[in-house]
């Protein structure tokens, strides 16, 4: 079932010009900046001694063992904010504790890749570049460190093989009768940014893969979705899939290959990449520009981008942005990568850039309620 192969994705990333950054520039800082290095960062973050972070749930690209490495390594406890909020959500907890030095403001942020000059046009972020910064594509990056990529993958189907006896292989499946009151988006995708480039990978295959017109594209299937009785207004989770809720929930391949594991069998949860309307994802990190512990947000960036960072997201069947350098450089175990899904999976992933990306996602966040009409919320 699995390769020890895995196509270099990243070299499909023809992103273009990105978005300039529209908020105030400055110079990057780096650990080496201070004169003294990684020791003084390290001394001034433990000083600190708390990290807080926001959406990050703990099977997301095994972002449990992430934190509690961090913490055993460094002694820095670390406040998960929100575990399954939304990109926006994340934002909007940085403008709603601009002036609050607690436990309720976050340090960091993990993001889709359009909310990055969002919020640097909002000024929320502050400029760092991590160490390895010249391993991570230039395409994947604010050049004056404002964010950077951390991980990717494609969008798939994740199914409750027990409840789904045929399991759909592409996005015109799920209009069948026998889905009926079966498939779910991880999120609302009014805000959410994984629910967002579900709509537009609907799109993409129901357009013949014009990404132009993807977005209102896919607003209109799922409005025939919603239609047919298919469509389930429920924030498909872990725990919704597993009990039959949400059978067929439409997110990214790793997070359904991480329930797989975490379920363990009960049930068995199946990850099916679709033949058309395959769309790849990159996530972002950033600093927040309020952050109460600073040199604690700086430390964990590079953690996250240091080799053990990044295969701790590997582990997780996350992509991590310096893979290409890493394979490059004979870094990626071979016991992890036999893991990943099969190459092919990867062949005809569409990369959107940040240009299109914001084109799609103002058109379904604000076309949503009046096409499809379906108001999606979190299960009680």
């Not at 996530?283 to 701790?312: F, M, V």
Request: proline fraction near 7%; glycine fraction near 8%; include cysteine.
């Amino acid at each position: 079932m699995y390769r020890k192969t895995l196509p270099v994705v990243l070299t499909m990333l023809v992103v273009g010009a990105l978005l300039a950054s529209c908020g105030p520039q400055a110079t990057a800082t780096t650990a080496a900046s201070g004169g003294s290095g990684m020791d003084a960062l390290v001394a001034a973050a433990k000083q600190e001694g708390q990290l807080t972070v926001i959406a990050l749930p703990d099977t997301w690209c095994d972002y449990g063992d992430m934190m509690k490495q961090f913490t055993a390594k460094y002694g820095i406890k670390i406040n998960d904010l929100n575990p399954n909020g939304s990109s926006a959500e994340e934002l909007q907890a940085i403008v709603a504790n601009k002036d609050n030095k607690g436990p309720q403001a976050p340090d960091v942020v993990d993001v889709g890749l359009s909310f990055g000059p969002q919020a640097v046009q909002q000024g929320l972020l502050a400029p760092y570049k991590v160490s390895t910064w010249s391993e991570i594509p230039d395409a994947a990056k604010d050049s004056n460190g404002y964010w950077y990529g951390d991980y990717y993958g494609v969008m798939a189907f994740e199914v409750n093989a027990d409840i789904v006896k045929n399991p759909p292989q592409d996005w015109s499946d799920l209009l069948k009768p026998e889905y009926k009151n079966s498939v779910a988006l991880s999120g609302d995708p009014r805000q959410a940014a994984q629910a967002i480039q579900g709509v537009f990978a609907a799109g993409l295959s129901a357009d013949g893969g014009d990404i132009s017109k993807a977005g209102q594209a896919g607003l209109d299937f799922f409005a025939q979705l919603n239609k047919a009785g298919n469509f389930v207004p429920v924030v498909g989770l872990t725990g919704t899939v597993a009990k039959g809720e949400t059978p067929i929930n439409i997110q990214w391949d790793y997070l359904s290959l991480a329930d797989n594991d975490t379920l363990a069998g009960n049930p068995k949860i199946l990850t099916i990449v679709p033949k058309t309307g395959v769309v790849a994802g990159i996530y972002i990190q950033g600093i927040s520009a309020y952050a109460p512990h600073p040199n604690a947000a700086k430390l964990w960036e590079e953690y996250l981008y240091s080799d053990e960072g990044q295969l701790t997201w590997l582990k997780g069947y996350c992509h991590p942005i310096r893979f290409n350098a890493m394979a490059k450089a004979n870094k990626l175990p071979a016991d992890l990568m036999a893991k990943l899904p099969p190459a092919e999976n990867y062949a005809n992933a569409v990369f959107p850039t940040l240009d299109q990306q914001s084109a799609y996602t103002d058109v379904i966040t604000k076309n949503w309620d009046s096409v499809v009409g379906a108001n999606v919320q979190k299960a009680p």
